[in-house]
T-cell receptor, first 110, second 114 residues
Framework: GQNIDQPTEMTATEGAIVQINCTYQ??????LFWYQQHAGEAPTFLSY????GLEEKGRFSSFLSRSKGYSYLLLKELQMKDSASYLC???????????FGAGTRLFVKA | DTEVTQTPKHLVMGMTNKKSLKCEQH?????MYWYKQKAKKPPELMFV???????INESVPSRFSPECPNSSLLNLHLHALQPEDSALYLC?????????????FGSGTRLTVV
């Protein structure tokens, strides 16, 4: 079966660092995505990991451990506009099936 | 052009109506997707097209009928929907092999079935 787990909500302070974890058990694995989604808007792509290790893109970094079925998204120098839902998504092998986790709602406070 | 365009943005339809949702992209992406998203829930995959051929149907009821007329267009035909089908319908596209840019999502069609 397919299972992707993320914390439901997190709160952090402006300027701080926050780590959003994602664990997954899927029948196949062909990469893991992180998306940001503001309320009422479409998801926007943040990162893609297919090999173990850390990928850094400006204030955002994403880490993957395939053996542990684990990923995290690290957000640095938090800004108020980072308040959004963060979706972890896993792509299956052999096709185009990408399954989304329930998302983590991040609240950034002043 | 780096966008996926969906029309209409909002749609209210009766349970006996027939309507269509449209999606268009000009990024040369050969994979296109329909997702359904209910409030405070993640997007759920409905259909995937690859090179204009249907490659995945996630056991979606037949009242939803996808169509891919060409590599830039994706339609979702709706007929005899139920109130529980009210949701945000998202179209997305991607390159088939290079996923380093992820999926590009359209802004969605917010559908209300009355």
């Amino acid at each position: 079966g397919q299972n992707i787990d993320q914390p439901t909500e997190m709160t952090a302070t402006e300027g701080a660092i926050v780590q959003i974890n994602c664990t997954y058990q899927t029948s196949g694995f062909n990469g893991l995505f992180w998306y940001q989604q503001h309320a009422g808007e479409a998801p926007t792509f943040l990162s893609y990991n297919v090999l173990d290790g850390l990928e850094e893109k400006g204030r955002f970094s994403s880490f993957l451990s395939r053996s542990k079925g684990y990923s995290y998204l690290l957000l640095k120098e938090l800004q108020m506009k980072d308040s959004a839902s963060y979706l972890c998504a896993v792509r299956d092998t052999g096709g185009f099936k990408t399954i989304f986790g329930a998302g983590t709602r991040l609240f950034v406070k002043a | 052009d780096t966008e996926v365009t969906q029309t209409p943005k909002h749609l209210v339809m009766g349970m006996t109506n027939k309507k269509s949702l449209k999606c268009e992209q000009h990024m040369g992406h050969r994979a296109m997707y329909w997702y359904k998203q209910k409030a405070k829930k993640p997007p759920e995959l409905m259909f995937v097209y690859s090179y204009e051929k249907l490659s995945i149907n996630e056991s979606v009821p037949s009242r939803f009928s996808p169509e891919c007329p060409n590599s830039s267009l994706l339609n979702l035909h709706l007929h005899a929907l139920q109130p529980e089908d009210s949701a945000l319908y998202l179209c997305a596209s991607s390159q088939e092999r290079d996923l380093n840019y992820g999926y590009t999502f359209g802004s969605g069609t917010r559908l209300t079935v009355v």
